[in-house]
């Protein structure tokens, strides 16, 4: 047996997987919030000063609200891949692995840009990470609907899939090219990026007959 | 198909979104406690300078008690609410992980306010924001009860549930509004206003008999 | 309906219960070791300074030891009592937010402890907050076992299980008690009080006869 | 009853205990990345300044990498042993907390090391704490297996698991040897220890044939 086919090997339950998932996920969008720090105040009871520091805090909530967006429609994705497998194998559980190294790797990126939202760099490298992020989902995507897909999805797969998926990642390279000229029009990229893809994913059958109601995602 | 109708396509499992919830509102309830930070003694040995900085985080513990309080009883009606639903849709999703942006967000003004428990700003801010989470929890309500609802469940609907439900909002914004002539009578509002609403929910059947027992929401 | 009657309505779904506790048992032994701190170095290349200063270290990792198992100790009789109930009500609820709560706060009398060896009120005030979570949990217990106990378990219980259930509160007081006298007699006393309970319960039937195995907490 | 033979008694659910490992699990590897600082810029808007600070945190990215593969290798080990476990026991639990004990202590020498990469004491804990950590694991290891195990896999066992999987704890040994040489020497060899043993575990049968498909660890 070749080396690269152990990893397709085994059966491993998928339960425990997305327990381990869904906990990566909800601590990554709960630790975004610790990147917001209280203001310090020379003046504990002014309401001025407050109001003033909370201003400038402004970057900080921004890169945090579409950080949040942006994990919650990972974890969206990955719920809707998931319920497409049969089962995992080795293969599978390391791409996820990756993939979550990437989602956890989020906060830092998002600090960077909230604390240094006139450094072109750092806002830069924010759109890099989430277009790598991407890219390792589509991995992991394209690993599922090759080898772990359920009987009754197979032909069910929408030809453009890995087109439209190409749109986030590129997306993300746009926004993080803008940087260099305007720091201000990736911000807005990066805003709305995650709208272009958060409706959700339709699954046409051979027929062209929409096959979303049934795809087998169901509890 | 129109845009918005695409949102109410697919079935999704619940007990995924409901894992990914429970994650965050237990990491929300557990990170309030970093933000009780332990003094800096100069005489490490001494009780009384212990005593006499504890005393001083008094503000903190105030905060954090508040805020424990209240995200276990959004979590509690989130639990509730949840086995009302038949299935999850798109929709209630994106609606979901608002309302979890929300959640996630508490410790920032928790830890405002145990701050700066003068500063008539912070104080009011902390009201604003359970207000505000109060409402998406009450937007994600309404759409479950009125797109998602467990056939059995239909017309078992308590005619008040909005009116009672805008109490938690409004005795928030009451709270906020009392910060601006007294912190200390804010502080009452917030610690009194779980209070209201802490009791069980009842159902109530068309015919006035009570359905509580029966409401399906058992595991 | 009287108003405390109201609170034992309701037939909640026990997993999420569990799943939310799990997370907050989960990351409260996790952020314990948060207070572990990477040491300042002088000469960052130095091994000697390095062992200093772990040594230095020492009561920090002590109390994150001794915190780490009673923490593993409550999730486990949190664990065993859940299999008990037959299903939760809002007072079971309520009961287990207060106790998570407490269990929550522990990192803050952990990190004081730590940071304060030899302050005498940081030490006793570490047994207080055990002392009252060990009552918190027995709170819940009783509740439990009077009002949510599986029919097949009716008339199993141990006589004499709150009177070994106050060995652990009795235990934690007179640690808290002790580190007036020497700090060092209450660090032992809080490392031994749970290898007095680590062991398994057992439930023995009217006539006598062990009961664990069939205790009816299988999953 | 002997007193070591009542840690034997007790059927737990094994869906809590993976509850909370995968909660410690997830949090501990998403914990990492907060080692992960934002550097501290003079000049705000400096490209220059920042891509100098981010190759300056290039051993803290290393530290991270390499233990965030590590606990996903802990994680898919401990996800396989606990499938071939039939039931828990009180044993097998304490056995389980004090090995989630060491995971939890992880991000202190990831941090360490990330800190001072120069200094060797630093750079050799970081392999003694996961020989450590691989001990505990073979120790729960053992006692799942000689204890636990499904009655349908009895005798399926690899003669030479125990030999195969004490390379790990050994090659972390090395390299924290090898520490006190070179520390360049030793990243590489933590670096390359789970490559070792990232492949799938392979059942034998006493016949030789394979039953890894067959290993009663589906869902």
Known sequence: MRFFDRFKQGELRLTRIEAFSDGVFAIVVTLLVLELKV????????????????????????????????VCKFWL?????????RHADYAMVWLNSIFL?????????????????TNRLAVCLFGCVFALNTLLFIAL???????????????LQDPHALRKA?????????????????????????????LFYITPPSWHGPAGGAATAGDGIRD
């Open 101 to 117: 190294m990437g989602q956890s790797f989020i906060p830092f990126p998002t600090a960077l840009m909230g604390e240094y939202p």
């Open 141 to 155: 995507n394209r690993y599922i609907v090759r080898n772990l897909l359920k009987p009754e999805l197979l032909g």
């Open 166 to 194: 190409m749109v986030g990642p590129l997306s993300y390279l746009v926004g993080a090219a803008a940087a260099w000229v305007s720091v201000h029009a990736a911000f807005v990229i990066y805003l709305l990026t995650p």
């Open 77 to 85: 994705n990955h719920h809707h891949l998931l319920g497409l497998a």
């Open 39 to 70: 203001p310090v105040l020379k003046d504990h009871s002014s309401a001025g000063e407050l109001i003033h520091q909370l201003v400038e805090l402004a970057p900080k909530f921004l890169s945090w609200l579409i950080s949040f967006i942006i």
